[in-house]
């Protein structure tokens, strides 16, 4: 019914720059919120940016300064700019949406298939 799909990964290296973004699609009322996670390999799934339906947005201090999170132009779109990006950067990276479907009276999580980031040089 829901889709995220995430796009934008790939090779970088150190300080360089990639756009992440993530598309929702399917029968979608409305988007509480988005976030952006990260699960590097050994590690617990990290939240790094979040924006609310009242677009206040918060970063993780790993991320602070480094990292921007906005919505597209495209209705149920996000995009997650990453700068000055750096080798712990690397990671697979998730978009998570709480969202109502169409007929439905309650929000529900979904998540994207992630999409691999490696920094190195």
């Known amino acids: 019914q829901v889709q995220l799909v995430e796009s934008g990964g790939g090779l970088v290296q150190p300080g360089g720059s990639l756009r992440l973004s993530c598309a929702a699609s399917?029968?979608?009322?409305?988007?509480?919120?988005w976030n952006w996670y990260r699960q590097a390999p050994g590690l617990k799934r990290e939240l790094i940016a979040g924006?609310?339906?009242?677009?206040?947005?918060h970063y993780a201090n790993s991320v602070k300064g480094r990292f921007t999170m906005s919505r597209g132009n495209a209705e149920n779109t996000v995009y997650l700019q990453m700068n000055s990006l750096k080798p712990e950067d690397t990671a697979v990276y998730y978009c998570?949406?709480?969202?109502?479907?169409?007929?439905?009276?309650?929000?529900?999580?979904?998540w994207g298939q992630g999409t691999q980031v490696t920094v190195s040089s």
């Open positions: 924006i609310t339906a009242d677009e206040n947005i």
């Open positions: 399917g029968n979608i009322f409305k988007i509480n919120y």
């Open positions: 998570n949406a709480d969202l109502m479907l169409s007929g439905s009276y309650y929000y529900n999580d979904y």
